[in-house]
């Protein structure tokens, strides 16, 4: 149902591979939420169970009676990223529901502007909407609001008892299945998404109410807490905030929860799309600078997996190795075509013989099964890629001042940037890496092996068989300390045998002798020789991937698209179509040298330019002279042909047409300060 | 000393630009000198607009914080005096036509362009001389107030006696105002332009702060007191406005087709996205109505969609979201609130997943749709995936309504579409100055309402109306306080106690003849919300009944 641009037979494959790759995306990523929620969320579980036992148990100490003024509460700190949060909340629900309690209620602070709203909201939530909107409204105007409060509050109370007590009538096992112990009365759970907003006046009410009947009513709060947790007790006064008992639970941290994601989207073989180097910068530049929110970064990621799809016909090819050998042979002339055009497969086809290339360029078939070859190449690349990236990650990250970055995701992007041996900071980082202490290089050894190991790629078990040579031979060099160590000692044995002068000096030569002579220990040539593989594996594996050829089908590359459709700036955009309009209007007349405007610039350009020269008010009758003033400079030969009152109308009329298309634009409004007179809204250029 | 500060200012805009400016100053002060002397006091206005006009082009500005460039009296000083090299020009251009068909290209300032009109035949040759010498000799003929210069001035013949003062006063401003330019020319007409730049960056940071608040500080703006009646010239009507303006060729109508046509290759591409979950907004200069009216009638032909003019004055979120109950849904009945509604519309969505709708609106940004409640709830319905929103904004400051929330909620997908169209349909019910109001309307209720009533309640309406014609010249009038309108009611023996007329201020505040407004101390102020020139008519009207 989904036309697109190019009218070849592999749209419809090509909408159906992209909908199947963004829905595994889609799952993945839901499923690194759920994996990185589900310590905060066990932690809450267990707050909410411990929180109501003492009602459970219905003793009637008198501790518990004072403690019961108290309304357990959970303060959810979840960071900045506020957009994210609701993801988190309704998964948060989900879990509460299956595993505490059926009564959950969730309140966001646009929905309550008082108390009686807060009041309705949470009553139609609780009770699933069993008050019907009609009927609480009769209510309403019968009652005075004090009344109506206390009225819902112990309706509310009813309805719980009503509830529990029908549970109980019930046989209870039916309804608490999913429930492990057995529950007489859960607790209500009253979720608070964004506390920071609620009018305190609300909250404090809220609270004070409704601390009078947490006896009756098992109430757990939560608050959902951008800032910081000090928020609580500059919102709500102490003797509110005494009424909570607060217990506080911290949510992990965006930028933690965006290197998982990119380590589970973009640093594995698993997916075939891929993101390019400046794409990726671009994305994570709108993260850490804009929003800090996750959910849009992953918006990018769709809007890059759309519009790869969309715009790269042989994305047709961008799916898992098995599909793909199927569609290449599938290949139509046309989309063969397309192959030959791609810049890296003509780079390809100039370094082949030239018979290979003649092949190349009028075979279709000799093409598809180069083709397949190359793209399994492809997928081969990657799978090195990403243990090799790993492996150096582990060198780099412990490395003084990180000058390949702390993250992965940064050496990741320097990697596609450009040969990454061939920068300073790699280089400088292996400086530092043959510095390393032997037990950090054993360790790091270590974590490599097991990348390696993990990793699926079979090209690695030389690799990993070298790796453990040289762990092997540190735990020798190991060994090898100990005996010198002896030896050393047995020398100073010696020194402190020999005292006279002329022997102590001589052995003192000899062991600076003998260490000069040795200059690098054996533990240090193994330093060395260790960082060279590492350099060597790097040089082999971490090859920029737009020197790969066919890259063009994987990698999507195109940033300004997708800065202009997720970071615009609408601002500029209008700033330049009003100062140079030469840049959308193609046409010689308004070419004009160094931003300046010409007069046969179309009618609002020259009035806002005209504008630009005015203070905060600008008199109309001078502007619409001095806009005639320009225009006819323009018009001047044919001005006295016309008759003038005629062309004056007309411009006059392109004037005010001009004025009040600029109203609309928000650079003036009318004044009722003087007369005929308009104040500007902006300042400077724009 | 303030104004060779503000000089400076200016100067620091961009060094460059105007030392290139200057030499064109001082070459066209030098032509001036055998010109008139009004010409002088005009170009040196028109010499500091190339100053003016170069800043904040470059793209990189357009967010700095940017001072005012010029003090708004010399600014505003600048836009008056544009009119009179142009009024004296004017007719010059029949002597020079095809100098006009030549030059636009190399001269994109309009002043400097007319003024070579004039002048560029003549005079080439002696620039040089000029140059050096030029300045000290002008800046002393400047300097003394010059009462010849005044008396020959264009617009005193067309302004009343006091506007003439204040011109003098203003044409003596621009004077002082002038020596500077001519002063720092002095200062780098040699090679040390560098230093200058030096200097004049230093001053910049310094100044910059206070340039903004000095600026902003003096609440008295300084503009010509000319007002559009003095004009001689009708004011156009909404209709007549229309008939001209489609008479008028559209200008680069061709370039703007082609515009148009890249925006619509696009169209496929955004239903695709609007089916992905996301929605799409339209920025750029240019009325993007028609744009997004092809992309309905090319694209959603067959598919549910309501189409929303933002732009329209009595719009509100309200009656979008009834046209969706009513008119998508099907469902009869009202709603306590907007968003009781909205959950309904939300919980019918979800239910039924068959249901799809496109939502276009023109105009997200108008002033009926800005407010925060009504984008929140708009953003809510576009939240949901099977309603698509594509939407146009044309504001500058049309993102800032949006936070972070709303808009992770309309999940947007920002398009540039530049068209240059006009704004025809967007601007027609923009209540602009210079459109003159009909008032028919307004008029023809006023006498019907009041032929039906007593003579006694003409009569109240007629005192206050007079009375609001009479301070029709104070633009702080707040109204006729109810107490003296009272009084004056009594004298008149129109009523004879203060709730007879209550009654009867009632009955037209009923008809909506009246306004009630309390002021500051408390007191009840009325006032007839018609325009002055309408209420003229009426009495007049009723004058000759």
């Not at chain 1, 933690?256 to 997916?271: G, N, P, V």
């Not at chain 2, 999940?411 to 209540?431: A, R």
Request: aromatic fraction near 8%.
């Amino acid at each position: 149902f989904v036309e697109r641009n190019n009218d070849s037979e592999d749209a419809e494959l090509r909408f159906v591979t992209c909908q199947s790759l963004w829905n595994q995306i889609k799952s993945e990523t839901e499923q690194v939420q759920e994996d990185l929620n589900k310590q905060l969320f066990d932690n809450l579980v267990s707050f909410l169970r411990r929180s109501h036992s003492e009602f459970q148990e219905k003793t009637t100490e008198w501790t518990c009676r004072m403690k019961s003024r108290e309304i357990p509460t959970a303060a959810l700190v979840l960071g900045v990223n506020v957009t994210d949060h609701d993801l988190t909340f309704r998964s948060l629900s989900e879990v509460l529901q299956n595993n505490i309690t059926p009564y959950i209620a969730f309140l966001e602070a646009k929905d309550c502007p008082g108390i009686k709203n807060l009041m309705q909201k949470l009553m139609g939530q609780l009770m699933n909407c069993y008050v019907d909107v009609d009927s609480l409204e009769d209510e309403d105007y019968v009652q005075v609001s004090q009344n109506r409060i206390r009225c819902s509050m112990t309706s509310l109370t009813n309805w719980y008892e009503s509830v529990t007590k029908k549970t109980d009538s019930e046989t209870p096992s039916k309804k608490r299945t999913s429930s492990s112990r057995d529950w007489q009365s859960p607790p209500v759970v009253v979720i608070f998404k964004d506390m920071e907003s609620f009018t305190t006046k609300v909250l404090q009410d809220f609270i004070v109410i409704s601390s009078q009947h947490i006896r009756e009513l098992p109430l757990v709060l939560i608050f959902g807490i951008a800032t910081s947790p000090m928020i609580i007790h500059s919102l709500l006064p102490h003797s509110v905030s005494s009424l909570l008992c607060i217990e506080l639970f911290q949510s992990l941290s965006c930028k933690e929860h965006l290197s998982t994601i990119i380590d589970k989207l973009l640093l594995t073989a698993q997916f075939p799309f891929k993101l390019g180097e400046k794409v990726l910068q671009v994305l994570i530049n709108i993260f850490l600078y804009h929003d800090l929110s996750v959910q849009n970064f992953i918006k990018g990621f769709q809007l890059c997996v759309v519009e790869h799809f969309y715009s790269q016909p042989l994305s047709v090819l961008c799916c898992q190795p098995v599909d793909a050998k199927k569609r290449v042979n599938s290949l139509s002339h046309d989309q063969c075509e397309n192959i030959r055009k791609l810049p890296s497969f003509r780079r390809y086809v100039e370094r082949q013989v030239s018979e290979k290339q003649i092949a190349l360029l009028t075979a279709d078939n000799f093409l598809k099964e180069v083709t397949q070859k190359l793209l399994e190449d492809l997928h081969v690349y990657h799978e090195n890629y990403v243990s090799v990236l790993r492996c150096l990650h582990v060198f780099t990250s412990s490395l003084p001042k990180y000058p390949l970055g702390k993250q992965i995701r940064e050496l990741h992007c320097a990697c596609l940037e450009n040969r990454v041996w061939e920068t300073e900071e790699y280089e400088s980082s292996l400086q530092l890496a043959r510095m390393l202490n032997k037990s950090d290089l054993v360790t790091m050894l270590q974590q490599c092996v097991e990348i390696f190991v993990s990793s699926s790629g079979n090209e690695f078990d030389k690799t990993v068989e070298r790796l453990k040579e040289f762990l092997t031979q540190f735990q020798k060099l190991e060994a090898e300390a100990f005996q010198e160590q002896d030896v050393s000692i047995s020398s100073q044995k010696e020194l402190q045998k020999k005292t006279d002068l002329y022997h102590l000096q001589k052995t003192l030569l000899e062991l600076k002798e003998s260490r000069r002579s040795k200059k690098l220990t054996k533990f240090e040539m193994l330093r060395f020789e260790v960082v060279d593989y590492i350099d060597s594996l790097v040089r082999n594996y971490l090859v920029p991937a737009d020197h790969k050829t066919l890259h063009e089908i994987v990698y999507f590359n195109t940033a300004s698209v997708l800065r202009g459709h997720l970071n615009a700036a609408p601002r500029i955009a209008l700033h330049t179509a009003l100062n140079n309009p030469y840049y959308y209007l193609k046409n010689q007349a308004l070419k004009s040298d160094g931003g300046r405007i010409s007069n046969k610039a179309p009618d609002i350009c020259i009035v806002y330019k005209l504008h630009l020269e005015c203070g905060r008010l600008i008199n109309l009758v001078d502007w619409l002279e001095a806009f005639s003033t320009v225009v006819m400079a323009v018009e001047g030969p044919n001005a006295d042909a016309a008759s003038s009152d005629q062309v004056d109308d007309i411009i006059h009329a392109r004037f005010i047409r001009a004025v009040s298309e600029l109203e609309l634009l928000g650079f003036i409004k009318p004044s009722k300060r003087k007369t005929d007179h308009v104040a500007r809204l902006t300042w400077g250029g724009c | 000393g303030i104004k060779v500060r503000k000089d400076k200012t200016q100067l620091t805009v961009s060094v460059k630009r105007f030392v290139k400016k200057l030499e064109n100053i001082s070459d066209d002060e030098a032509q001036e000198i055998l010109e008139e002397k009004n010409y002088v006091a005009a170009l040196g206005i028109c010499a500091q607009d190339p100053v003016g006009n170069g800043s904040g082009v470059s793209g990189g500005e357009v967010y700095s914080f940017q001072t005012p460039k010029r003090s708004s009296k010399m600014a505003e000083l600048a836009a008056e005096l544009a009119q009179t090299p142009g009024q004296s020009v004017a007719p010059d251009h029949s002597e020079c036509p095809e100098k006009t068909a030549k030059t636009p290209q190399s001269s994109s300032k309009y002043m400097f362009l007319l003024l070579m009109h004039v002048f560029s035949l003549q005079l080439q040759s002696k620039k040089k001389e000029y140059v050096a010498t030029t300045p000290y000799r002008l800046r002393k003929r400047l300097a003394a107030p010059d009462p010849y210069l005044e008396s020959e001035s264009e617009y005193s013949a067309s302004c009343s006696e006091e506007e003439d003062e204040e011109d003098q006063k203003e044409v003596r401003t621009v004077l002082s105002g002038r020596k500077t330019p001519a002063k720092t020319k002095t200062l780098s007409t040699p090679p040390p332009r560098n230093t200058l730049a030096k200097k004049i960056k230093e001053d910049k940071m310094s100044n910059l702060v206070e340039e903004y608040f000095e600026a902003h500080s003096s609440s008295k703006v300084l503009t010509s007191d000319r007002t559009l009646q003095k004009l001689q010239k009708r004011r156009l009507n909404q209709q007549t406005l229309h008939d001209i303006l489609k008479k008028a060729p559209l200008a680069y109508a061709a370039e703007i087709k082609e515009l148009n046509q890249q925006h619509e290759f696009l169209f496929s591409k955004w239903k695709l996205q609007l089916h992905l979950g996301f929605n799409i907004v339209l920025y750029g200069l240019g009325s993007k109505r028609d744009l997004l009216e092809k992309f309905r009638t090319s694209v959603l032909q067959d598919s549910v969609h309501l189409v929303v003019n933002g732009y329209f004055p009595s719009i509100t979120v309200r009656s979008i979201l009834n046209s969706i109950t009513e008119e998508v849904l099907n469902h009869i009945g009202t709603f306590r609130s907007p968003l009781d509604q909205l959950e309904f519309i939300i919980k019918r969505f979800k239910e039924d997943s068959s249901l799809e709708l496109y939502v276009l609106i023109h105009n997200l940004d108008s002033q009926m749709l800005r407010g925060e409640r009504s984008q929140q709830i708009l953003a809510q319905l576009s939240s949901l995936p099977s309603i698509y929103l594509i939407a146009s904004i044309d504001h500058i400051n049309a993102p800032l309504m949006w936070d972070q929330a709303k808009l992770s909620l309309y999940n947007w997908l920002w398009y540039e579409t530049t068209t240059f169209s006009p704004y025809v349909e967007e601007t027609s019910y923009e209540n602009s100055l210079l459109v003159q109001q009909s008032g028919s309307l307004a008029l023809s209720s006023l006498t019907h309402v009041l032929r039906s009533l007593t003579l006694n309640a003409r009569g109240i309406f007629r005192l206050l109306a007079q009375y609001q014609l009479e301070n029709k010249d104070n633009p702080s009038y707040p109204g006729l306080s109810f107490q003296d309108f009272y009084q004056q009611c009594r004298e008149a023996f129109l009523v004879n106690s203060d709730l007879t007329l209550r009654a009867q201020l009632t009955e037209f505040r009923d008809h909506k003849l009246i306004r009630t407004k309390r002021g500051a101390d408390g007191v009840e102020y009325l006032l007839i919300p018609v325009d002055d020139s309408t209420l003229t008519d009426f009495l007049e009207k009723e004058d000759e009944d």
